[in-house]
């Protein structure tokens, strides 16, 4: 049954994101170059949407559909952490996509999507056997 739900979810959320246009690559490069707001307003109205959820998780001792206890561990900002986000950036700015976009691409039939994603599957792999080496 979490496989249906998880399988549900993800199709609706693919079919948010391209009705959004989020998941066009002439979008996501006027973000980048700063011609039109599209992207700046929907990433702003994710952040916004974050943290009043993260609020009320916070006040109301929230709890996850498994009735688990949510934990929101502190995290400190590290040099790797600032090396990450632009190698994430510039890849995003290359690719015109992000992790979750790139599967909504795919379904869209947007074929060169599937080099984003192989690229991403490298990259998470490289990540985890070198993790181990990375500073904490």
């Known amino acids: 049954m979490k496989l249906f739900n998880s399988t549900i979810f993800g199709i609706l959320f693919g079919i948010i994101l391209t009705k959004a246009e989020v998941i066009s690559w002439f979008r996501i490069n006027n973000m980048f170059h700063f ?3 599209h992207m700046y307003l929907i990433i702003g109205s994710a952040i916004i949407t974050g ?3 993260y609020v ?7 709890k996850s559909i498994d009735k688990q ?10 040099k790797g952490t600032v090396i990450g986000g632009i190698l994430f950036g510039i890849g995003w700015a290359i690719t015109g996509a992000c ?4 599967f909504a691409q795919i379904g869209a039939g947007e074929y ?3 080099i ?9 792999y490289l990540y985890s056997i070198s993790k181990s080496k990375l500073p904490d």
Not at 56 to 62: L, P, R, T
Not at 116 to 124: D, M
């Open 35 to 37: 011609t039109e707001a």
């Open 51 to 53: 943290a009043i959820s």
């Open 56 to 62: 009320i998780i916070k006040k109301f001792s929230v």
């Open 69 to 78: 206890e949510i934990v929101i561990e502190k995290k400190e900002l590290n």
């Open 99 to 102: 992790p979750g976009p790139i």
């Open 112 to 114: 060169p999507a599937l």
């Open 116 to 124: 984003t994603f192989a690229g991403a599957l490298v990259g998470a």
